[in-house]
């Protein structure tokens, strides 16, 4: 799977189900219809399923092109809400854009006294920019070389950004503990005290 292609709907069936989910998906195509009047989507498709996982593949068009990610998911909230979908990777594209988006949508239901109440997921956080502009090693990473998720808590942490976070700063961490036994410094900066650990950072 190339994440810097332009988003193809057979690319994603294929990877979803020979690369990232697990044996239980599923390929179907179902165009939604829409119980509301959407802000931002002009069409949505499920276009596979996994029962393990408990799952739905999404996939939504737009005609925004700058990436309103809050204002797209409370419309893809409405759509899963409406259908009673709890889980959706869904796959955002734009016709006018090349880049898109690939995000983890989640509805959670729990009890406070005798009321039920929604937890959605936060659309800022479960979510990959790809397409031609996009950096992709972390997606890549994450998505592609992890192989096949073995259950949900699994994928939920692929898409997690705090295990992002903890993996880049992991990162530094060790590119800096190398540096301090590799890298030369004038003598000054080695005569001052703690001269060598700031001259590294």
């Known amino acids: 799977m190339n994440f ?45 399923e996994d029962k ?10 737009h005609d925004s092109e ?39 949508a989640t509805i959670e239901l729990s009890l406070e006294g005798s009321k039920v109440r929604k937890e959605y997921s ?9 397409g031609p502009d996009a950096k992709v090693k972390t997606p890549e990473s994450f998505l592609i070389s992890k192989g096949r998720v073995k259950d949900f808590e699994d994928l939920l942490s692929r ?4 295990v992002v976070t903890k993996q880049f700063y992991q990162e530094i961490a060790n590119w800096y503990f190398w540096a301090m ?3 030369k410094f004038p003598d000054d900066a080695e005569a001052e005290e703690n001269g060598r650990n700031i001259a590294t950072i």
């Not at 393990?52 to 068009?61: C, D, N």
């Not at 936060?122 to 790809?130: A, D, M, Q, T």
């Open 52 to 61: 393990s996982l408990e799952l739905k593949v999404l996939e939504v068009l």
């Open 181 to 183: 036994r590799n890298v």
């Open 66 to 104: 700058n990436d309103p990610r809050v204002g797209l998911s409370k419309d893809i909230f409405r759509v899963m809400a409406s259908y009673g979908y709890k889980r959706a990777l869904v796959l955002l594209h734009s016709s006018r854009s090349k880049n898109y988006r690939l995000s983890l």
């Open 122 to 130: 936060n659309p800022r956080r479960y979510s990959f920019f790809l």
């Open 159 to 162: 898409f997690s950004v705090e």
């Open 4 to 48: 810097n292609n332009p988003y193809s709907r057979e690319a994603y069936k294929e990877f979803f189900q020979n690369q990232l989910l697990t044996d239980d998906f599923k390929i179907s195509e179902e165009k939604l219809s829409f119980e509301f009047t959407p802000q931002y989507l002009k069409s949505a498709f499920v276009i596979g």
